[in-house]
């Protein structure tokens, strides 16, 4: 080897090892020990030492009350028809919740046994299995049986507890049905008053020991009062509306059933003390499709405001596994370090007015209708997207057959699939700008979402193909590949805002994740970067030379490795993994370094000791400072990783099977060997030539293709990285082609 070939060698180690590092420093600070760090309420502070003896006074007992139900969202709450609801959100702090437990749509039953477990469960329906389809109907919430009836509250047993357990075990969540009631018995006193809070406050052995039937035709707030007496929690089953309509998609919960459960929580709201805490949360959907529905918190430390969790670290948004997190932590019980939830508190304060409510009210429909509306729209456009790059691919290969036609007719046609491809490539990054415009309240939600997505595609595409970056061959690609990366980094860096509710982002009725980079997400980011790294360091090869060229390579992918490793922004475990051997190899090969099987296994080694590594330091933090890999390092100790593992494999082999991304995936494969490295096809010699103007060109796909393949099988929804990867690299290598030969045609006309 060369002295200047070791001495860039050398530098490329050095560089890795940095790149490697910055996500180890990362997830390593703050260190903290496996407990939460917001475990203990603000209230909980010592009090200072009096100087002289105070007084005997009563203490006043600190009552949580939290009243759960379902089926309605914001938009059916008003000052008219529910103005108990409508007191609380004026009062009080104000959210939504993702509710999505096992199924598409959330039963009665199920928000109930998430509440109990503080993790997706479900009960399994009529032909015993879990999974159901959402027009199934849902399992009967059962009247326990009352075992020890006294004065007072009965001790009572949730009939078929132990196949709720069993169904849990199955489904491989990690699930506990009875980890709230659990923990809480024998530390402070609880009550059930309903059949689902009996299922929420159950023990191990589906035993509530502090239940009452309600009678709401019957039942007063003074009854409640003295049921409740100086009872620290107190869960209460208000009832679940029912949506109807004849398009489930636009069912409506009835006015009345809504007006009933506000009459029912205001009965609740009038047995309270001033130092209560309440919770009203919305458990369940009403029907077949799923909503995010509605939260509010009032209490010494919730007014007019908006609620936030750092699990989903949008403002005014939250997931039902928060609700047990949050009542531990209202009860000083230790959290489990292995819960997904995280404490509610208040994000803001607010006017209590009305007029403050309603605006608030406005907001949060807002969240609920965009999260609503983009769910219909996600399937179309996956479906449309699959679709047109097949006939764009069609389009590459008639026109690159079509030799019988004039010069200046095939540099036009060459011309239109150049600009053709550089707004296909511009899509992704437009469908998160397009959530800048509130298409969602549009009457005709496809028209506007297809038309904001056209109107970035146009600018983006735009900025690329004209003067001076369109005169240049790679100046397009680096121009959409910039425009790609630079709004994915600034929204995670700034809270992942445009991928909530976008068409290739987070989904609230989903839930998951809900920040940072998913799996789609993230094979949009690195694609880009490699290809904005493969234009620049293209440029700088040419004018500065290999180590110029090496740096810029390295120095893309640190900011890349930064944005999607960083447990603050991307929060990405199984990104970093995937993209540095990528680079690695794209790197060592700008070097002249040959990649050999030894350096493979080196790569590999090195990769996977800094999974092990970022892995265990993230788990050292604070839970609710954690991303998903400090998580599974969790489970890790507690046995349940193997559950992880095989959940998301199952989870990856369906999509694998089912999804309209895997369509792409083989026509893709077939279109490049075909038409762009078959020797006979046009498509290949420009492609190879281009190779020729572009010495980057080649050893960055290939960088690109091997992040592709690791993506795949490490990550869950592992084909959606291929898929997506695909539908921006090729495009832009298209955008190359055409390129190349527009400037030969020209080249041609001026000889």
């Known amino acids: 080897m060369r002295p200047a070939t070791r001495r860039a060698a050398a530098l490329l180690g050095l560089l890795l090892a940095v790149l490697c590092l910055i996500p180890a420093r990362m997830a390593a600070a703050p260190l903290a020990a496996n407990v939460r760090s917001d475990a203990t309420p603000a209230r909980m502070a010592a009090p200072s030492l009096p100087s002289a003896p105070a007084p005997a006074v009563t203490p006043v007992v600190a009552r949580t009350i939290l009243i759960g139900t379902g089926g309605f969202t914001w938009s059916d709450v008003s000052a008219e028809r529910t103005p108990a609801l409508w007191a609380l959100l004026r009062d009080g702090a104000s959210g939504v919740s993702s509710i999505r437990s096992v199924n598409p749509n959330t039963c009665p039953i199920d928000g109930w046994l998430a509440l109990s477990a503080g993790e997706r469960a479900a009960a399994a329906g009529a032909d015993g299995k879990a999974t159901r389809a959402s027009t199934a109907t849902c399992p009967p919430i059962p009247d326990p049986d009352v075992v020890d009836l006294h004065d007072g509250p009965a001790v009572a047993l949730v009939p078929g507890w132990a196949a709720y357990v069993t169904t849990a075990d199955s489904l491989r969540f990690g699930a506990q049905p009875s980890l709230l009631g659990t923990l809480l018995a024998g530390r402070v006193t609880t009550l059930a008053i309903g059949p689902g809070a009996a299922i929420a406050l159950a023990t191990a052995d589906g035993t509530a020991t502090a239940y009452t039937p309600v009678d709401w035709s019957s039942v007063t707030s003074d009854a409640l009062a003295t049921q409740i007496g100086d009872t620290r929690l107190t869960v209460i089953d208000a009832g679940t509306a029912t949506e109807v309509g004849a398009d489930p998609e636009e069912a409506r919960a009835p006015a009345d059933q809504v007006a009933a459960i506000d009459d029912r929580i205001a009965r609740v709201v009038g047995a309270l003390r001033p130092t209560d805490t309440v919770i009203v949360a919305g458990l369940a959907d009403g029907g077949s499709v799923p909503h995010v529905r509605p939260v509010v918190v009032r209490g010494p430390e919730f007014g007019a405001g908006g609620l936030y969790s750092p699990s989903t670290r949008i403002p005014d948004l939250i997931q039902s596994a928060d609700l047990t997190v949050t009542l531990l932590a209202q009860m000083h019980v230790a959290v489990p370090a292995d819960l997904g939830g995280a404490i509610l508190r208040q994000e803001r304060s607010g006017p209590a007015d009305n007029a403050g409510a309603a605006a608030r009210r406005t907001h949060l429909v807002d969240i609920d209708q965009a999260s609503h509306e983009v769910r219909l729209l996600v399937p179309p456009f996956f479906a449309g997207l699959v679709l047109s790059q097949l006939v764009f691919y069609l389009l590459v290969w008639r026109v690159w057959k079509h030799k019988g036609a004039r010069l200046a007719t095939r540099a036009r046609l060459i011309r239109a699939v150049q600009i053709i491809a550089v707004a296909a490539a511009a899509v992704p990054a437009a469908t998160f700008l397009a959530n800048l415009l509130p298409w969602w309240r549009a009457s005709a939600t496809l028209p506007a979402i297809v038309g904001a997505v056209g109107l970035f595609v146009a600018l983006i595409a735009a900025a690329a193909l004209i003067p001076p970056w369109g005169r240049r061959l790679m100046g397009p690609v680096g121009v959409v590949a910039l425009a790609t990366v630079a ?119 090195i990769t996977a000791g800094l999974f092990v590594l970022v892995g265990f330091l993230d788990s050292r933090r604070a839970p609710e400072s954690q991303s998903h890999l400090g998580r599974f390092f969790d489970e890790i100790g507690s046995g349940q990783a193997l559950n992880i593992v095989i959940r998301k494999a199952e989870q990856n082999f369906g999509i694998l099977i089912s999804s309209e991304l895997s369509i792409l995936v083989p026509f893709a494969l077939v279109f490049v060997i075909y038409v762009l490295l078959r020797p006979t096809s046009w498509g290949s010699r420009a492609l190879h030539r281009s190779f020729e103007r572009v010495p980057t060109l080649r050893p960055g796909l290939i960088g690109w293709l091997i992040v592709m393949v690791i993506g795949f099988f490490i990550n869950d929804s592992g084909v959606a990285i291929p898929a997506v990867g695909a539908a921006v690299a090729i495009p832009l290598v298209i955008a190359i082609a055409t390129r190349t030969l527009l400037e030969e045609i020209d080249d041609g006309r001026h000889a």
């Open 487 to 605: 709004v994915l980094a600034a929204d995670v860096i700034t809270g992942s805002r445009l991928q909530i509710s976008s068409l290739m982002g987070l989904q609230p009725t989903v839930g998951g994740r809900f920040y940072g980079m998913g799996n789609v997400t993230f094979s949009i980011f690195v694609t880009a970067s490699l290809m904005l790294a493969i234009a620049v360091s293209a440029w700088l090869l040419r004018i500065r030379g290999r180590l110029a060229a090496v740096a810029a390579v390295i120095a893309i992918a640190l900011v890349t490795v930064i944005v999607d490793g960083n447990p603050a922004w991307g929060a990405d475990g199984g990104g970093p993994p995937a993209y540095l051997p990528g680079v690695a190899y794209f790197a060592l090969a700008l070097l002249g370094i040959a990649m050999t099987w030894k350096r493979a296994v080196l790569i590999g080694g």
